[in-house]
């Protein structure tokens, strides 16, 4: 995961930004039917979107992937935790990471409707009614 990582950051700087999407969403298990990257990274974009994508990249992936978390601190830090997944988000990258941490602190994983932005759905109230009930 790390080397991918690395090739992808490496091909967006290099300006290969639809092969670094590609690679991006190829690792996170999101399925993008053909055209669609091409539609949404290529041609005219805005220059504050792609400012913002090129920080994304040059920056802050590299240290999301290598994050490890404080597994002790989180556990006995006084604070609940809920680790939440999007029911839609089965075999991705982000269900992947979440079920580990969840595993790592000894709770179960709370399945909420939608995927994993499920909050920013067009409608969120069923993941509002899930949360509720969590908290």
Known sequence: MLAATERMIADYLAGDVIGAWRQFFALANIQVPDGVLEAMFGGERDPRVVADERFWFEHELRASVRWRPDLSSLRYGGVRIVAGIGAESA?????????????????????????????????????????????
């Open 91 to 135: 075999g991705q990258l982000c269900e992947r990471t979440t079920t580990a941490l969840a595993a790592g602190l000894g709770i179960e994983p709370t399945r909420f409707p939608g995927d994993h932005i499920g909050f920013a759905a067009a409608d969120p109230t069923p993941f509002a009614v899930v949360l509720r009930e969590v908290l």
